[in-house]
């Protein structure tokens, strides 16, 4: 295969060579670690498939799909793919730029099934139509909507009304099932939204033969409060309240990777005592966030006792978190460059006074229910997805390494300072509602090892960077020297200034990789700011996981897989 | 009441007042939870702040079996429909507390998809600011419910005494 000519230098990447010449995309090094393909959409599918089957690159998981909305470009849209390989560690970007009177790309459903609801979310959000796509239709804005929400010309403000008759349900459930005479007749069951079950904002409508799901949907968007498009209206510090309450069981982790995010696209880092904070309250947000999952998931199997006991850790936790914050369930301690403020005189001693504490309750549900008959009837072989299936489908943390891949972005790609702990990541093999319960359960010890590992050596130092392009000087010195004065007049008035560009940046939440695609166009704000929600990538898979379980396997399938609405809907 | 000397005494008290009086102490609330207020519920309803102390533990699900409804969390245009239908399927007498900055007001979603107060939907007794409110800010919200049904001042009092008396009061 010939490399084209000198006249475009940039195709002399050392992996133009595995693409076709004529498709060859342009190839070029991110900033942030990715390789970014931009290439026209009668070549997409072309470039996407040998991205996945070229032994040499070898991506495996498709992470993420959305548009960007250029107003003043031409072409106006950009739709842009995360892949990633597993194996070989590295990361693609690949754009393709689009019309704004003839928005259509190719659908990559045929190539990863993980492109079904982040296509439909970028034609519900940018009005893209994805070519070849089996259900494109809207996903998180309800049935009346109009327009597209995430365009640079609505109003954020804008919206329609919804009325009862305007709800979807699904076209099957009008077909006629099947009559061999002795089968019962089909019967369509809807669960949800307000189902105690559902968690309050999910909905799955499925046809049952007797007690047996033959098919099934899952309708989401019930708590879609536009995190992106407020985002794009807010300072860059001010979105991180926002992000708090994407995965609300976990707050800190979202915040702190958000803050990661910009702090790469700056080229600054948060000191090394923010980054020891971080990692101690972004652990124990994991195990709070296990803890709601798991007490959850009993309680909707019958065993309520548990809920409780993890409920007392979660207090335990929220005092700490009170004293460093003041808020107890969404902190909003993140800042660009570190923390809002140091921790409390007490840290080490309360954080401590955890360690000791927790693991008591952990013992305790474990005794219950680890061998417990009726849960193990109840969870095992229940919603078991393959290894190959739950990659397809994009799926990322736990619930991936409860199907036997190890993949966890603390260990394949260290940030904070995780790089220097001690820590397993627990793996099972068998992908079913209990082999999930189990990686949990391990993780949360693995997490207080973690935190007993950086607490040892709390740094001492500031909590939030001295460069003040992007956090302010202290207050007493803004009173004191006309510079810092300046500074504070000048981030106050014009926000942190991004550099123009756009950078992934990732980190382990509590349900798998949750990225930031974050695009700044030099301004105070930023100018898009795509969530890789976890949940998501796990979700779209429920509805085909549920083929062939019972009813009451649907609950506990839906509780295994730790569903947050806040981050799944943003 | 018989006394210990054998004789009885009466305690007298209106109807109403009765009525008010069991009805407070038994709230059976359906939380409407949908965000991270729902998450903050769970704390009051666990053992460490205990809703069950002010008579208000017994959380259903079920519209029919609740007179407390708390909307805890953000309620969006996908979601109004539905809590408009819940909300209906309420017996009377039937009260609503709405937990948090989003069910109150829509919180700092101003939004393309986010209902401005859930007041636009349903009539709200007490309003529970916060995002999301403490435990103690909810349970403060609960005991004022319980004193506005003692009083007779909730929604539900208002709208019969309108109906009793159209021409009475304008409220």
Redesign the interface.
């Given at each position: 295969m010939t490399v084209s000519g000198p006249e475009t230098p940039t195709r002399q990447h050392p992996l133009a060579e595995l693409f076709e010449a004529d498709a060859a995309p342009l190839i070029e090094d991110a900033a942030d670690n990715h390789t970014v393909l931009t290439v026209d959409r009668g070549h997409l599918l072309e470039v996407l498939r040998r991205l996945k089957e070229t032994p040499e690159l070898d991506c495996d998981l498709l992470l993420d799909i959305c548009a960007v909305d250029y107003e003043d470009r031409r072409p106006r849209f950009e739709v842009v793919y995360h892949l990633t390989s597993l194996d070989k560690g590295h990361r693609f970007r690949v754009k393709v730029p689009v019309e704004e009177n003839d928005p259509v790309v190719p659908s990559a459903y045929g190539i990863w099934k993980a492109a079904d609801w982040f296509e439909r979310e970028a034609y519900d959000m940018m009005g893209i139509r994805f070519d070849g796509h089996p259900n494109l239709r809207r996903i998180l804005c309800h049935e009346a909507f109009q327009g597209h929400a995430l365009r640079k010309d609505y109003d954020p403000a804008q919206r329609w009304l919804f009325t009862d008759q305007e709800t979807m349900t699904p076209s099957w459930t009008d077909e006629e099932g099947e009559d061999d005479g002795d089968h019962f007749e089909a019967q369509v069951l809807n669960l949800g939204p307000s189902h105690p079950a559902t968690h309050g904002t999910l909905r799955t409508v499925m046809r049952l033969d007797g007690e047996v799901i033959t098919r099934a949907d899952a309708e989401i968007g019930y708590l879609h409060r536009c995190f992106e498009k407020m985002s794009e209206t807010h300072g860059w510090n001010q979105v991180i309240p926002y992000t708090d309450r994407l995965n609300y069981c976990s707050s800190h982790l979202n915040g702190a990777g958000f803050a990661l995010a910009v702090e790469r696209m700056l080229g600054i880092e948060a000191p090394p005592r923010a980054q020891v904070v971080h990692v101690i309250l972004s652990e124990l947000s994991r195990l709070m966030d296990h803890a709601v999952c798991l007490g959850a998931v009993l309680v909707d199997l019958g065993a309520l006792t548990n809920f409780w006991y993890f409920f007392q850790v979660r207090e335990e936790i929220y005092g700490l978190l009170e004293s460093c914050a003041g808020g107890r369930l969404t902190v909003s301690y993140a800042r660009v460059g570190g923390l809002a403020h140091d921790v409390p005189a007490d840290f080490s001693e309360r954080v401590r006074y955890l360690l000791g504490y927790i693991p008591k309750f952990i013992d305790d549900v474990e005794r219950l229910i680890t061998t417990n008959k009726i849960f193990r009837d109840r969870t095992e072989g229940v919603g078991a997805i393959s290894a190959e299936d739950a990659l397809a489908w994009g799926w990322t943390g736990p619930c991936l390494r409860a199907s036997g891949v190890p993949y966890d972005v603390r260990k394949a790609y260290p940030y904070f300072t995780y790089g220097e702990y001690d820590f397993e990541v627990p793996v099972a093999t068998s992908g079913d509602c209990y082999a999930r319960y189990l990686v949990r359960i391990e993780e949360m010890r693995q997490s207080l090892r973690i935190v007993r590992q950086a607490i040892d050596d709390l740094p001492s130092g500031p909590v939030i960077t001295d460069d003040h392009h992007a956090a302010l000087p202290p207050k007493e010195k803004v009173y004191s020297e006309m510079e810092s004065l300046i500074w504070h007049f000048k981030l106050i008035y014009e926000g942190i200034k991004v550099p123009p560009g756009d950078a992934y940046a990732f980190v382990e939440g509590a349900n798998g990789e949750l990225g930031y695609y974050i695009v700044s166009d030099g301004g105070g704000k930023p100018y898009r700011v795509k969530v890789r929600p976890p949940c998501f990538a796990i979700y779209q898979a429920f509805p085909h996981i549920l083929e062939g379980h019972l009813v009451p396997d649907a609950v506990a399938i839906l509780g295994s897989l730790n569903i947050i609405a806040g981050e799944l809907d943003r | 009441m018989r006394q210990p000397d054998g004789s009885s005494t009466h305690l007298t008290t209106r109807v109403d007042a009765m009525l008010g009086w069991v009805r407070k102490n038994s709230l059976w609330p359906l939380p409407?939870?949908?965000?991270?207020c729902?998450?903050?519920f769970?704390?009051v309803v666990?053992?460490?702040y205990d809703l069950s102390r002010f008579g208000a533990e017994v959380v259903r699900?079920s519209p029919r079996q609740a007179d407390l409804m708390i909307v805890a969390?953000?309620i969006?245009?996908?979601?109004?429909?539905?809590v408009?239908?819940?909300y209906d399927q309420m017996a009377e007498p039937k009260y609503v507390i709405s937990m948090g900055a989003?069910a109150c007001t829509g919180g700092?979603?101003?939004?393309?998809?986010?209902v401005q107060g859930v007041d636009e939907l349903i009539p709200v007794d007490v309003y529970v600011p916060g995002?999301?409110p403490?435990p103690e800010a909810l349970m403060h919200g609960v005991l004022k419910l319980q004193e506005m049904i003692q009083q007779g001042e909730t929604n539900y009092d208002r709208l019969r005494a309108r109906n009793a008396d159209p021409a009475a009061s304008p409220s």
């Open positions: - | 409407f939870g949908t965000a991270c729902a998450i903050e769970m704390s666990s053992s460490h699900f969390g953000t969006t245009d996908k979601m109004a429909p539905v408009k239908r819940i989003c700092f979603y101003r939004a393309y998809h986010v995002c999301p403490t």
